[in-house]
């Protein structure tokens, strides 16, 4: 198993450009998350997804979409960059959500830059 | 509301005394508790849960329901246990996984 894969690992964009960080995970996980990290803030929620076909919005949505068209895949989408959405941003998923004792398998990260 | 704080951003000891990162919360229900852990150029990864009562590398994490309080504990620190550590609560069927803001932990020789 290749676990959670984020592409790409780094990207720098110009403020306004869009793009898709792509995440795909091969174990059949049922729940998905994406989250960026950022000095002093720690790790923030942006959106996750309990299945395929169902999103929802985490802590800081704003700018970003996401799909789940599939059980493995997850793309989140900048629409428009702007220089407040530089971060390094990480996929999770783990088996169910519905468990307590379930835990996050994360991908390595994705370091974005909006110049 | 629910909240998870982790009140020192950042920590520094010396190696050999002893570590204790502070994760308090405020949540409706009873919580399971993770510590998840992110070395140097690696990957995010789980340190330990609260339900499993395990010592991961040393660690322990005590759950204190009276003052909500999760706290992660090392005896003896090591110079390896440099990382950015989060607690994180997790509520049976919650959606949300929702972390601390974490706390850079330095080793000093």
């Known amino acids: 198993n290749a676990g959670v894969t984020q592409t790409p690992k780094f990207q720098v964009l110009k403020t306004g450009q869009s793009m898709t960080l792509q995440c795909a995970q091969d174990?059949?996980?049922?729940?998905m998350s994406w989250y960026r990290q950022d000095p002093g803030m720690g790790l923030r929620l942006i959106h996750y997804s309990v299945g395929a076909g169902i999103t929802d919005q985490g802590e800081v949505p704003n700018g970003y979409n996401v799909s789940r068209s599939t059980t493995e895949d997850f793309p989140l989408r900048l629409l428009s960059a702007a220089p407040s959405q530089t971060s390094v941003y990480f996929c999770?998923?783990?088996?169910?959500?519905?468990?307590?004792?379930?835990?996050?398998?994360f991908g390595s990260g994705t370091q974005l830059s909006v110049l | 509301a629910q909240r998870v704080t982790q009140p020192e951003k950042l920590l520094s000891v010396f190696k050999g005394a002893p570590v204790e990162l502070k994760c308090n919360y405020s949540y409706s229900g009873s919580p399971e508790l993770f510590w998840y852990v992110q070395y140097s150029r690696q990957r995010l990864q789980l340190l330990l849960r609260h339900i499993s009562r395990e010592s991961i590398k040393g660690f322990t994490a005590d759950l204190n329901k009276g003052e909500t309080s999760f706290h992660l504990k090392k005896p003896f620190a090591q110079e390896e246990d440099s990382a950015m550590y989060y607690c994180?609560?997790?509520?049976?069927?919650?959606?949300?996984?929702?972390f601390g803001q974490g706390t850079r932990l330095t080793i000093n020789p």
């Open positions: 999770a998923s783990s088996l169910s959500y519905s468990s307590r004792n379930e835990k996050l398998f």
């Open positions: 174990m059949n996980h049922e729940y």
């Open positions: 994180a609560p997790v509520i049976q069927g919650a959606q949300k996984l929702v």
